[in-house]
């Protein structure tokens, strides 16, 4: 993954930052309101070496003082100085306490050493400071007066402090905070990362050309309002996703010039990956280009086209397969150049049926009398019905829906189609995000389209009602019934 590929992880999974910056920061302040308060004291010893010699002597002891420095910050550490400030001191602390509290750090190149005392109460942090000093001072000097005459070799002194800091020094408010949201953006950019790892959903043209083994024919833009109005007619007619259509319309045109596509079965891994949208609008934007099409539902298990369309769907194709009605009688007209043969009523065995020599014959026939025949089927993986019928027809299109759809579905998908030998002739990509700086409609394209549209006649915006399960289909009862087709 490249740098431009990770930005667009982190964008993509923003909220795994969101929800782990919460979560450290959260945590940071329960830590930080949880934690006692301690207080500090400082004081600053100086560490001198008496000489009465010249400058090489001088030298020579304050080279002596800072070694010296170096061994007292361990005194001060150890348990000595802790037993002797515990034998004279009413503290309340043992000696380890005693001893956890002072802390001495020599400053560098210099013959300074200074000391910190903290404990949850000022006070006593004040207390212990002052025993400190007392304490340390003379047992610096008896140590450092066994073996000399001349009194002690190095002398300790205080030159600043004990100094109590009226502040708490811990717990830190907005150090905590910050550390927190750090942490947070950090664990937040791994998980994120690591989930955009793990995603094996195709989500690019490339990746699902490479998986299904075929070039794509268009990638449909994600339209929040398609929900409502998944039809590229009227307002849509202009935007992003009605020119993916019109794409995918031209590149069938350079899919085969020696033997042109007659019959297009749209298909799809599984549900909800707005194949039955896509027969739709392909069928229409072939339609708007002077083709006569016929678009025929071949999902005999779960229906839609006649809630997109506005169209009555009682008897259609099963009816025909079955010799109830001719089919004639049931193919309806919707819009100027677009025709609609609906799936009828839901047989017990779709399967059988459309793979019966009723639909083979049946299929034939329509292809012969119509430019162009689309035909919506079942998803692959579920049933058969869609392989079934893609073994007979010319061409076979496989919807994949854009960070959903996995790479091994499509695989699955496309070995289903190749084993019944039908030909694939490309891919749609559906519900893909457009990227920031995306154009999302195209207004120079309206005035001549809407010229187009109205001369014509294709149907007004039908009324749809919102998806169901988080695809593009409506519900039956929910579908308006204020606008209908137009014939043509």
């Known amino acids: 993954m490249g740098l431009s590929e990770y930005v667009r992880a982190i964008r993509r999974h923003w909220w795994f930052l969101l929800v782990t910056c919460l979560a450290t920061v959260i945590g940071a302040a329960l830590v930080t309101i949880q934690t006692a308060p301690r207080y500090a004291t400082t004081v600053t010893f100086f560490a001198n070496t008496p000489t009465r010699g010249g400058v090489g002597e001088a030298f020579q002891g304050n080279l002596l003082s800072q070694q010296r420095v170096k061994s007292y910050a361990d005194l001060l550490a150890g348990d000595r100085l802790a037993k ?76 600043d402090g004990p100094t109590l800091n009226p502040v708490p020094v811990s717990p ?105 949208t896509t027969s739709c609008n392909l069928a229409i934007a072939l339609a708007t280009a002077g083709e006569k099409v016929l678009l025929i539902e071949a999902d005999l298990r779960r229906p839609r086209l006649g809630h997109y369309l506005g169209l009555e769907g009682a008897l259609g194709l099963s009816n025909a397969l079955a010799g109830q009605v001719d089919v004639d009688q049931v193919i309806q007209p919707w819009g100027h150049g677009l025709w609609v043969l609906l799936s009828g009523s839901l047989p017990p065995n779709p399967s059988e049926l459309l793979g019966s020599d009723a639909m083979r014959d049946l299929l034939d026939e329509l292809t012969a009398r119509y430019d162009r025949v689309v035909l919506d089927t079942p998803p692959l993986l579920p049933v058969t019905d869609g392989a079934v019928v893609a073994a007979r027809a010319d061409g076979v299109i496989l919807v994949a829906r854009s960070a959903r759809t996995t790479q091994e579905q499509v695989r699955k998908a496309a070995q289903s189609l190749n084993a019944v030998g039908a030909s694939v002739i490309g891919s749609v990509l559906s519900m893909q995000r457009p990227r920031p700086g995306e154009v999302g409609y195209y207004p120079y394209y309206g005035p001549e389209q809407n010229r187009t549209r109205s001369h014509r006649g294709l149907p007004p915006t039908v009324a749809h009602a919102p998806k169901r399960s988080g695809e593009e289909h409506p519900a039956p009862h929910e579908v308006a019934a204020s606008s209908g087709p137009v014939a043509p």
Do not use: W
Not at 102 to 112: C, E, G, K, S, Y
Not at 196 to 216: I, M
Not at 229 to 249: D, T, Y
């Open 172 to 276: 830190r408010p907005l150090r905590n905070l910050g550390l927190g949201l750090l942490l947070g953006l950090l664990a937040g950019c791994a998980a994120a990362l690591l989930r955009e790892t793990l995603d094996t959903t195709v989500k690019s043209a490339e990746v699902l050309t490479k998986v299904a083994g075929v070039p794509v024919l268009g990638v449909i833009p994600l339209d929040a309002s398609a929900r409502k109005a998944p039809l590229i007619v009227a307002g849509k007619a202009n935007s992003a996703r009605a020119e993916a259509f019109r794409q995918i319309r031209t590149n069938l045109t350079f899919v085969d010039v020696d033997r042109p596509v007659r019959s297009i079965v749209v298909t799809s891994a599984h549900r909800d990956e707005g194949k039955s």
């Open 84 to 159: 002797m400030i515990d034998r004279r001191y009413e503290l309340g602390l043992s000696v380890p306490e005693i001893q956890a509290r002072i802390q001495a750090r020599p400053v560098p190149n210099t013959v300074l050493l200074r000391v910190t005392v903290t404990d949850g109460l000022p006070a006593r942090s004040a207390q212990l400071a002052s025993a400190v000093v007392t304490e340390f001072v003379a047992l610096v000097e008896a140590l450092e007066r066994v073996g000399q005459a001349d009194g002690p070799a190095v002398a300790v002194s205080v030159v």
